[in-house]
T-cell receptor
């Protein structure tokens, strides 16, 4: 599985935008970029995913670099509820061998200050 | 609420014992995944079932086994428990193979 690199942690202020970076220099053409987050004492939660184009949903936006070697998760107005560990994960669209598992790295801890 | 339920929420047991963790996927989801989260190893994929059949195995110990029943709920059986098996165990489900995974709240296992 191709690897991703994220900062260990970031801090933001409530109601301000926050940009969470992820590097994935070995990404292949069939890899989707997925983001999940894990709030304290909860299971991971899907945030967003994309392949080449930028994506928006009600939770966040995903900006993907033109060469796809990096991406940024954007929370437009951080709230205290966004404090979590964020995981950037690559998932291949081809599942030879049959596994669609998620490979979690260490993730990045986001602290939101009131 | 993801729609995935896991029972029990907490489990305390002794070394050498056997426990069963239960997962009910979201309605309509055919694929079930089990993950283990420990402090030193992070979130690790254990095993995946799709419509009753084992589909993929990850870092699952031989002492652990799982199954998915005709009603699509799944059970993870952990036997000959060791202190190091203490962890959070999450179940996730997806409707499509490779689709978005929805995680349950987890079962916290403590082996004393």
């Amino acid at each position: 599985d191709a690897k991703t690199t994220q900062p260990n942690s970031m801090e933001s202020n409530e109601e301000e935008p926050v940009h969470l970076p992820c590097n994935h220099s070995t990404i292949s053409g069939t890899d989707y970029i997925h983001w999940y987050r894990q709030l304290p004492s909860q299971g991971p939660e899907y945030v967003i995913h994309g392949l080449t184009s930028n994506v928006n949903n009600r939770m966040a936006s995903l900006a993907i670099a033109e060469d796809r070697k990096s991406s940024t998760l954007i929370l437009h107005r951080a709230t205290l509820r966004d404090a979590a560990v964020y995981y950037c994960i690559l998932r291949s669209t081809t599942s030879r061998g049959g596994s669609e598992k998620l490979v979690f790295g260490k993730g990045m801890k986001l602290t939101v200050n009131p | 609420d993801s729609g995935v339920t896991q029972t029990p929420k907490h489990l305390i047991t002794a070394t050498g014992q056997r426990v069963t963790l239960r997962c009910s996927p979201r309605s309509g989801d055919l694929s079930v995944y089990w993950y283990q989260q420990s402090l030193d190893q992070g979130l690790q994929f254990l095993i995946q079932y799709y419509n009753g059949e084992e589909r993929a195995k990850g870092n699952i110990l031989e002492r652990f086994s799982a199954q998915q029943f005709p009603d699509l709920h799944s059970e993870l059986n952990l036997s000959s428990l060791e202190l190091g098996d203490s962890a959070l165990y999450f179940c996730a489900s997806s409707v499509l193979l490779g689709g978005t995974q929805y995680f349950g709240p987890g079962t916290r296992l403590l082996v004393l």
